[in-house]
């Protein structure tokens, strides 16, 4: 990647009470890009965050934000940080201006200029003198990220921010998540534990299980594993599953209802024909497949030998 | 920082209870200068004989410190009686009921009033940020952890001084109508001598005597706040103590030395002027010492503790 690594977390660890709640995460998040940090619930997504902004403090390791460490230099390293950690808690007594003026006062030289613009950026110009308690909760996720952009950070941290939107709210939120990343080249890292949300979403995915980071690869590479997969419609794929076996007994061969759920590459097709047909299987129809997200996701969890149930 | 207290009184000033507390304490202050007023004017008329009054009540005097019964504490006794005849000789009344002065100084016990509100307010301040989850939208700025807890300190300090000051402007305002000037002179008696003073400063003095308390447990109920994260363990722990520590302090003073330790034994300053300690041999140095000695540990307390711990809530 050509992008320069703007967040880098260093064998983060927590250990809270004895027990290892996060254990040595490492990844870099790069300017321009939306990062995926996907996990079932309780595996340690909030905790992480916590722990990159400042919150909470670490056991082990370090996080670096345009290099500069949150232990060391907590107040040079989150000023290039905007964050919504779990849900976009806001005074609920003070209107969604106000919220913001008083976030923006947290920092130098914010102008009236900047709040408004934000506010336009997320939509909110005529609730904007309301009330927080009368907003909506995908108002108030964007008075959210209104507030995390007050700044112009260079990092966007959001926690979930899907959680409880209609698919309106989430697509609504996908596109200025998308936006800042591209115009703004900004390093933004968006939690969830619905892998749907990640797949539209981000450019690279970090798969977070017990404390522990198992994975990290391009959204791309991980949706469409090396090989690809074909369907291959049969009368009776049980017997047919063994025959193809002996063909070529490298492959994975799995019984999807009627069709066999065949990996391998495009070009072993017509050698497959010429065998099903020498070997009496009758062969309806061969389609491409592509696992989904969740499939590859179960398949990753598993590898771990725990079962997932995110 | 002042970016930060102003947020903080933008928060206060946003939220209802605020002016239910105002309103309370405006209240309170009208309601006993009504009572005041009422009680003053259905007495019975003795305006022409403070001399006689102050004869009699010397005559008594007299009498106590010669028969030396109920402990009656000596030199207080003859400094009564010194600014009494010094009164007598020089034709200065003591101010009546009627005064504006007396009414300032009585009305000073709405202080109490005052400390519970700043109290509840001390109590909210940081542990509302936990229950609201708002504390990790304000924890992730690029300002240390000790200022946002200074600034919210400063805050209830400013707090219970508006709220002192709006106790002291309308009872000022009340006074000047509704009462008579009386004499703004105030006598002392020090070294066998009765000296002659304005009654502001003396004035002052019981205002600030009646507000140690309450800036003690003001300080608690902050300390409790932002080291348990949690306003009802705040308000419960400081208001039982501003009730009941007081008297529970007095009754173990009885019996136990060690009670001089406690912070209420401590607090009531006024009572070294009346030459009556809570445990004998206790001095003003002594006290002072252990007001400043409790008020740095809540302070610390409130600082370490805030700095350090994560926030998971
Ligand atoms: N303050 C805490 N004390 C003890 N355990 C905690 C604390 N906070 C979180 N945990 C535990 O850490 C794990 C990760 O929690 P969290 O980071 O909230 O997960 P996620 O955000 O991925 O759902 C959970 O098992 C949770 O029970
Ligand atoms: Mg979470």
Redesign the pocket.
């Known amino acids: 990647m050509t992008q320069q690594s703007i967040v880098q977390l260093r064998n983060v660890t927590k250990t809270?009470?004895g027990?290892t709640?996060i254990n040595r995460v490492s990844f870099d998040v790069y300017g321009g890009e939306v990062f995926g940090f996907l996990?079932?619930?309780?595996?340690?997504?909030?905790?992480?965050i916590?722990m990159i902004v400042g919150l909470m403090k670490l056991t082990d390791g370090d996080v670096l934000i345009e290099g500069k460490s949150i232990k060391s230099d907590f107040e040079g390293a989150v000023k290039q940080v905007g964050a919504i950690v779990e849900n976009p808690e806001m005074y609920k007594f003070l209107s969604g201006y106000k919220n913001l003026l008083h976030y923006a006062r947290m920092y130098k030289g914010i102008s009236r200029e900047k709040i408004d613009e934000v506010v336009k950026l997320v939509g909110l110009e005529n609730r904007i003198n309301d009330k927080v308690k009368t907003y909506s909760l995908g108002m108030r996720q964007r008075l959210g990220i209104a507030q995390s952009l007050l700044h112009d950070p260079k990092v966007l941290i959001l926690?979930?921010p899907t959680n409880g939107l209609d698919p309106a709210g989430i697509r609504e939120i996908r596109d200025y998540i998308r936006r800042l990343a591209r115009e703004r080249g900004m390093a933004v890292i968006v939690?969830s534990?619905l892998l749907s949300e990640m797949e539209m979403m981000c450019d690279r995915i970090g798969i977070?299980q017990k404390?522990k980071l198992i994975d990290v690869q391009s959204m791309h590479d991980f949706v469409s594993t090396k090989g690809e997969l074909f369907n291959l419609l049969v009368e009776n794929p049980q017997e047919a599953r063994t025959k193809v076996l002996e063909h070529n007994p490298s492959w994975t061969v799995e019984v999807l209802e009627q069709s066999l759920v065949i990996n391998m590459t495009k070009e072993d097709i017509p050698a497959l024909v010429r065998f099903c047909v020498a070997s009496n299987i009758d062969v309806y129809g061969i389609s491409p497949a592509t696992k989904t997200l969740e499939d590859r996701f179960l398949e990753v969890t598993a590898e771990e030998g725990v079962a997932s149930n995110g | 920082m002042v970016n930060l207290i102003r947020n903080e009184w933008m928060k206060i000033m946003h939220r209802p209870g605020t002016y239910v507390m105002a309103g309370l304490l405006i209240l309170a202050v009208i309601g006993s200068t009504v009572i005041t007023l009422f009680i003053n004017s259905s007495g019975g008329t003795e305006d022409a004989a403070w001399q006689q009054q102050l004869q009699a009540e010397n005559e008594q005097i007299k009498m106590t410190i010669e028969t030396g019964e109920n402990d009656f504490y000596v030199p207080s006794a003859e400094g009564a009686l010194a600014i009494n005849e010094y009164r007598l000789d020089n034709d200065i009344a003591p101010n009546d009921r009627d005064s504006m002065w007396t009414y300032l100084e009585n009305i000073s016990f709405l202080i109490a009033i005052v400390g519970l509100f700043a109290i509840i307010t001390a109590s909210g301040i940081v542990a509302g940020e936990f229950s609201w989850g708002t504390i990790k939208l304000l924890m992730i700025r690029p300002i240390a952890r000790w200022k946002i807890l200074l600034s919210k300190l400063l805050t209830v300090a400013s707090f219970g001084i508006v709220f002192i000051g709006i106790l002291i402007a309308l009872s000022m305002l009340l006074g000047v109508i509704f009462f008579d000037g009386g004499s703004a002179v105030h006598l002392t008696y020090a070294n066998g001598a009765v000296e002659e003073g304005n009654i502001v400063p003396y004035l002052l003095k019981i205002y600030l005597y009646n507000s140690i308390d309450v800036i003690l447990l003001t300080m608690m109920a902050f300390m409790i706040s932002a080291v348990f994260r949690n306003s009802s363990l705040a308000i419960g722990i400081s208001l039982f103590l501003y009730f009941v520590g007081g008297s529970a302090t007095a009754f173990i003073a009885a019996y136990y030395d060690w009670a001089k330790y406690s912070l209420f034994a401590n607090t009531n300053l006024a009572l070294y002027e009346m030459g009556m300690p809570v445990v004998e041999g206790m001095t003003m140095t002594f006290s002072v010492i252990m007001i400043l000695i409790y008020l740095s540990l809540f302070i610390v307390l409130a600082f370490t503790v805030f700095t350090k711990r994560?926030i998971?809530a």
Do not use: L, V
């Open positions: 809270i009470g027990k709640i996990g079932p619930n309780g595996a340690g997504k909030t905790t992480t916590r926690d979930e939690s534990h977070i404390g | 994560d998971a």
